[in-house]
């Protein structure tokens, strides 16, 4: 790997099961991005060192650079219901093309590719749950990316996973068609949540981290539900706000 990956904890790229290494050489996959044969794991040498990991030092809450890895400034105002948000990756080119591809045109190897680069051994947890869709966004898509991806993180950590006890009860607007401010009231009350998390440390995975208003108020419904600890683990976190 190039070496800007190797400035901070690497995501677990290598070390791949016999199995995995045989199905490369049998059949041989191009690079995703920017095409070169033979690229292995999806991605050659050259584009994975490319993908834009998130700054060293950022706020533990909500993975918004801060200078120190001290909170934000918003988090101090407004504290989340989530206690932490582990992202490897900023949410900018090229990496944006890999999410926009597994969620918009259905390559669904990307996953398995998204939770390589997630697993991490600074996370631990009793339980993994997705980031649930609502049924008219999950009719629409086919799947939900973050089932898929979180589905390869319990099975690598051992941590277990639960996608049947939430659902997302109101279809609302897409939060990327929203000014950023709008989208905290886009979501109130989304969320429902069947499950006793009495004193539960609960991870939830989803692609990626925007404003984090979803993720906020689906905290709020685990935390409600018993959750002692609400952490968020994504890909990608964006780093700019928008208007």
């Not at 790229?13 to 033979?38: E, S």
């Not at 948000?85 to 669904?108: E, G, I, W």
């Amino acid at each position: 790997m190039g070496e800007r990956l190797s400035n901070q904890p690497r995501p677990r790229t290598g070390g791949q099961k016999p199995c995995k290494k045989l199905l490369n050489a049998l059949l041989p996959q191009d690079c995703q991005l920017c095409g070169a044969m033979d690229a292995g794991d999806l991605l050659c040498a050259s584009c994975l060192a490319d993908l834009p990991r998130l700054p060293a030092q950022h706020c533990p809450v909500c993975a918004l650079p801060t200078p120190g890895a001290t909170l934000c400034g918003e988090c101090l105002r407004h504290q989340p219901h989530f206690d932490a948000t582990l992202a490897p990756f900023a949410y900018a080119f090229p990496l944006d093309q890999l999410v926009h591809a597994l969620k918009y045109a259905h390559h669904l190897a990307l996953a398995g590719l998204f939770a390589r680069l997630m697993h991490s051994d600074a996370i631990a947890g009793d339980l993994i749950i997705p980031l649930p869709l609502s049924k008219e966004r999950l009719r629409q898509r086919g799947f939900n990316q973050a089932m898929e991806v979180a589905r390869l993180l319990s099975r690598s950590t051992g941590i277990p996973i639960n996608f049947l006890g939430t659902t997302r009860v109101t279809d609302t607007v897409a939060q990327a068609s929203l000014p950023w401010k709008a989208r905290r009231a886009n979501v109130r009350h989304a969320f429902e949540c069947a499950i006793d998390l009495d004193g539960k440390s609960v991870i939830v995975v989803d692609d990626v981290m925007t404003t984090g208003a979803s993720l906020d108020e689906f905290a709020r419904t685990l935390k409600y539900h018993g959750a002692a600890r609400v952490s968020n683990w994504v890909l990608a976190r964006t780093l700019k706000h928008e208007s």
